[in-house]
C-alpha cells in the first residue's frame, strides 16, 4: 500500500496540486466518481476510495461574477469530464465573457491570498 493511500484525502489532494494536478476519487464498490475527496463515498458510503489524475478538461455548468475590492472575477462550478462538478475560478478572459457550456482547461495557480495552489481554469478556446 503506498503512503497515499493511508493518508487523509485532503493531503492527498494537496500533494496532487503541490505538483500541478487535480486528484479526484472513483468509487470501487458504485464507480461514481468523488469530488471534494473524502473518506466515504458520499453515492453508496464505500470506503474503497481510489486516487485518479483529472485531465483537466470540463464545461462550464453555471457562472457568476463576483464583485470585491473594486475588481470583478469569475465564480464558477465546472463539470470535469471524469464526472465530477467543482466550484472554481475561470480566468485569463473577462469574467461577464464566461458562458454555460463553455469548455475550459485546468491550470494550477498560486493564489496571493492562500498560502496553497489552487485549481483555476481558463477558456479552453485561445
Ligand atoms: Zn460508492
Known amino acids: ?23 479526484f476519487q472513483i468509487c470501487a464498490s458504485c464507480e461514481q466518481s468523488v ?31 463576483v464583485c470585491r475590492r473594486n475588481e470583478t472575477y469569475n465564480v464558477a462550478l465546472v463539470d470535469l469530464d471524469e464526472g465530477f462538478r467543482m466550484m472554481t475560478r475561470v480566468e485569463d478572459t473577462p ?6 457550456g463553455m469548455r475550459v482547461l485546468l491550470q494550477v495557480r498560486h493564489d496571493p491570498d492562500r498560502s496553497e495552489p489552487v485549481a483555476v481554469f481558463v477558456p479552453a478556446e485561445a
Open 1 to 23: 500500500m503506498s503512503p497515499a493511500a493511508t493518508s487523509p484525502p485532503a493531503t492527498v489532494f494537496r500533494e496532487f496540486l503541490d505538483s500541478g494536478r487535480l486528484g
Open 35 to 65: 469530488f471534494y475527496p473524502r473518506v466515504l463515498c458520499p453515492h453508496c458510503g464505500g470506503q474503497d476510495l481510489r486516487w485518479r489524475e483529472s485531465a483537466g478538461t470540463g464545461t462550464v455548468y453555471s457562472t457568476t461574477t
Open 95 to 100: 469574467p461577464e465573457d464566461v458562458r454555460i
